[in-house]
């Protein structure tokens, strides 16, 4: 978790405001998400290249 650089933060206060904690918490979740969810679609990309490379090459091997 990265350091606040917010210049509006109270480091006395805020550290038991339990709203803008929530707040921040679901902030980061949703980042995650995003995150997973990117990394998911590039890894079906990379499965769909790697199996049409494969057949591509197996029907080259049958054709010859």
Do not use: P, T, W
Request: hydrophobic content about 50%.
């Amino acid at each position: 978790m990265g350091r606040k650089h917010d210049e509006d933060y109270d480091y006395l206060e805020d550290a038991f405001n339990d709203e803008k904690n929530e707040a921040a918490m679901l902030e980061a979740q949703r980042a995650n998400n995003r995150g997973c969810l990117i990394a998911l679609i590039a890894g079906v990309f990379g499965l769909i290249v790697i199996s049409i490379i494969a057949f591509g090459a197996i029907s080259a091997v049958m054709l010859a």
